[in-house]
């Protein structure tokens, strides 16, 4: 599989300036590598060696299932089952039930799209730490970014440091909390005026103002998943 499906160019993303540019970041590296396995990687048999250990997480296969491309994905289940089942019940196994338990979890732990796009984040946040170190162009297109969602705040964090920023390290860490901070302050009131709202009184002439999609915009930031329409 090429490493371009699973990396974009973190400037790009960090341009848009609307939501969390990590979640995404994220997004744009999932859809592609959807995309892909419901395409062209049947082509490419090293693809199906790892889907066929790895198969897929709850999330990634419900995502497959509302999208076209039954038969790319009957074709990985297909080879897939057989793979499990070699390994499952596979004859002269010590100790039988243990190992087939502990094979199973194994299985069940593991997502071939998911271990693609914390590959490619992986190297992305990478790149992000890189150009706040260097480029004072990046720093301020960073300090104006409108929010991280709380776990990529969390992941933000915990990589900047000394080693990887070495002058620019806690410039980089005051623009987190300041934006994270902000944001959940206006988040705050946001979801207090909507819970107001939905007093009688205030729902016949009442302004609503930001308040309106505080829900979504709360799980969104807590998640760091998007359920706006
Ligand atoms: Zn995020
Ligand atoms: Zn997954």
């Not at 999208?67 to 990985?76: E, I, K, S, T, V």
């Not at 992305?124 to 709380?150: A, H, K, S, W």
């Not at 994270?180 to 709202?197: I, N, P, V, W």
Request: proline share 3%; glycine share 6%.
């Amino acid at each position: 599989m090429r490493d371009d499906i699973c990396t974009i160019p973190v400037s790009e993303v960090f341009e848009v300036r609307q939501g969390c540019p990590i979640c995404r970041m994220r997004d744009t590296v999932e859809e592609r590598i959807t995309d892909y396995i419901l395409g062209d990687a049947m082509m490419e048999p090293d693809v199906r060696i790892e889907t066929n250990k790895t198969g897929f997480c709850e999330f990634h296969y419900g995502k497959m299932m509302n999208r076209r491309g039954r038969l790319q994905l009957a074709l990985m289940l297909q080879t897939h089952t057989d793979e499990v089942h070699r390994t499952l019940f596979a004859k002269k196994m010590l100790n039988p039930d243990s190992k087939r338990g502990s094979n199973a979890k194994k299985i069940g732990e593991k997502c071939f799209i998911c271990e693609k796009i914390e590959w490619g984040l992986s190297r992305m946040i990478e790149t992000v730490f890189r150009c706040y170190e260097r480029e004072r162009d990046f720093r301020e297109l960073f300090g104006n970014q409108p929010m991280f969602c709380l776990p990529h705040y969390e992941r933000l964090l915990a990589g900047a440091n000394k080693k990887v920023m070495r002058s620019h390290a806690s410039d980089f860490s005051d623009d987190l909390n300041r934006i994270t901070g902000t944001y959940l302050k206006e988040l705050q009131a946001d979801l207090s005026k909507y819970c107001t709202m939905y007093d009688y009184r205030a729902k016949e002439n009442g302004d609503w103002g930001n308040s309106r999609d505080s829900v979504e915009r709360a799980v969104a930031f807590f998640s760091g998943r998007n359920y706006k329409e």
